[in-house]
C-alpha cells in the first residue's frame, strides 16, 4: 500500500479526508478512459454509499468530474489546476517533455517519464515513435510497485540498500501475485545490472514480447525526480542496440538534469553588473557578482 492507501485504513477526524484523498488518486490512475463507480468501490475497498458521497463531494471542490455520457469519473479543472502550480516546484515532467519527443522522433520508439509515488512508479507520459509496432505495457496513470518496468527500477536501482530493502518487503505481496517474474532473484539481479550498466533493463518481465531500458533523473540535491526510458519489441533491443539507446538515453538524461538545475537555482540577486571604485583616472570597469558572470 502507497501513503494515500494507508490513510484510509486510519481513524479520527481526518478519515473522510484521507479517504477522499484516496479516492482523488485512484480516479487519476484511470486518467485515459475514466474510472466508474464499481471500480472506485473495488479499488479503495470502501461500500458504494460511502464511496459516492465522497466522489459527489471531490464533483463539488472541482476536482473530479463525470462525464455525462459514460458517467465515468475524471481528474477536474481544479486538479489540473493544482498540477501547474505543482509543476513550478517539481517541474520533472515540464523538463522531460523536450527529450521524449526527442527520443522517439531518434529511436523511433515508444518513450516514458515516470515518478516515484512512494513505494510505487506512476507513469506520466508516452511519447510515441514513427516506429509502425508498438508496445502497450504502459499507459499514463499506470502504476506498478517500484522496480517493475524500466523507468521504475532506474529509480528503485539509484536508492539505497536500505531503502530497496523497505520498498521490496512492502511490496513483496503485490510482486508475487500480480508480477510472477519479479522473482527475488530476479529483481536483485535487475538492481546489479543497473547499478553496473548505468540502465535499468526490462527483458520482457511483464509483457514477453515488450522490453525496456530506461534511466533515472535526478534533482540538484541528488534525490531521484524520476525515469526516463525507452520501450520497444524484443525484436529491437538486441545488445548493440541497447547501447546505442542507452547513449541517446543518457544525453536527454543530462539535459532534463540541467533544465532542473536552472529551474531550482537561487535566485541571482547579485547577478547584476556594479562597477568597481576605480582609482582616479583609470578607466570604470564592470564586473558581475555571481551568477553566469562570474
Known amino acids: 500500500m502507497d501513503t494515500l492507501e494507508k490513510a484510509t485504513m486510519e481513524s479520527g477526524g481526518a478519515q473522510s479526508v484521507d479517504r477522499a484523498l484516496t479516492l482523488l488518486s485512484l480516479i487519476g490512475r484511470h486518467c485515459e478512459k475514466g474510472a466508474t463507480?464499481?471500480?472506485?468501490?473495488?479499488?479503495?475497498?470502501?461500500?458504494?454509499?460511502?464511496?459516492?458521497?465522497?466522489?459527489?463531494?471531490?464533483?463539488?471542490?472541482?476536482?473530479?468530474?463525470?462525464?455525462?455520457?459514460?458517467?465515468?469519473?475524471?481528474?477536474?479543472e481544479e486538479a489540473y489546476v493544482l498540477g501547474v502550480l505543482a509543476s513550478h516546484r517539481f517541474g520533472f515532467l515540464d523538463c522531460a517533455l523536450e527529450s521524449l519527443a526527442n527520443l522517439s522522433r531518434i529511436s523511433g520508439d515508444t518513450s516514458f517519464a515516470c515518478v516515484r509515488r512512494g513505494d510505487f512508479s506512476v507513469c506520466l507520459h508516452r511519447e510515441e515513435g514513427a516506429f509502425p509496432i508498438r508496445t502497450h505495457a504502459l499507459l499514463p496513470g499506470h502504476r506498478h510497485p517500484l522496480g517493475v518496468g524500466a523507468g521504475a527500477m532506474a529509480m528503485l536501482a539509484a536508492l539505497s540498500d536500505g531503502e530497496i530493502g523497505r520498498i521490496l518487503a512492502a511490496n513483496a505481496d503485490a510482486l508475487a501475485d500480480g508480477y510472477p517474474a519479479y522473482t527475488p532473484d530476479a529483481v536483485q539481479a535487475d538492481i546489479a545490472f543497473a547499478r553496473d550498466c548505468g540502465y535499468a533493463l526490462n527483458p520482457g518481465r511483464v509483457l514477453t514480447n515488450s522490453w525496456a531500458i530506461g534511466m533515472a533523473v535526478r534533482y540538484p540535491d541528488g534525490h531521484v525526480a524520476g525515469a526516463l526510458s525507452i520501450a520497444a519489441i524484443d525484436g529491437r533491443m538486441s545488445e548493440p542496440r541497447q547501447s546505442e539507446l542507452f547513449r541517446h538515453l543518457g544525453a536527454e538524461v543530462a539535459k532534463v538534469e540541467a533544465r532542473l538545475r536552472r529551474r531550482f537555482a537561487p535566485p541571482a540577486a547579485n547577478a547584476r553588473p556594479a562597477a568597481e571604485i576605480a582609482p582616479a583616472g583609470a578607466p570604470r570597469q564592470t564586473v558581475f557578482l555571481g551568477g553566469i558572470g562570474s
Not at 454509499?49 to 473530479?64: D, F, G, H, K, N
Open 37 to 76: 463507480l464499481a471500480a472506485i468501490v473495488e479499488e479503495s475497498g470502501l461500500n458504494r454509499p460511502t464511496a459516492r458521497r465522497l466522489v459527489l463531494a471531490l464533483i463539488r471542490s472541482r476536482l473530479v468530474e463525470q462525464d455525462a455520457l459514460t458517467r465515468r469519473y475524471f481528474l477536474g
